[in-house]
C-alpha cells in the first residue's frame, strides 16, 4: 500500500495539529486549518472532478493554491503538466 499525500496531511493533522504547516509571506496556517481548508476545497471540487480526470490549476502561489492541489490529489485525478 502505498501512502499519499492526502495520509501524510491526515497524520500531520492528527499529530501536529498546532503546529505551523505552511507560512506565505507573513501568514501561516496551522496542519489544522490546512486540513479544514484542503476538507472544504475537496467538498467544493468533488462535485466536479471524478478519479482520472486531468486536471491544471492556474491560481498564484497561496493557501488556495495548495489547498486546491492537495484536494484535487486526494480526489484521484491526474495533473497535467
Known sequence: ???TLDDVL????LHFGD???ITIDDD????????RLVDETR????????PGDRVALWLP????????FLAVTSLAACWCR
Open 1 to 3: 500500500m502505498q501512502t
Open 10 to 13: 491526515r497524520y500531520n493533522v
Open 19 to 21: 503546529k505551523v504547516a
Open 28 to 35: 501561516a496556517l496551522t496542519h489544522a486549518q490546512l486540513g
Open 43 to 50: 467538498a467544493l471540487l468533488g462535485r466536479l472532478i471524478e
Open 61 to 68: 502561489n497561496s493557501f488556495a493554491w495548495i489547498a486546491s
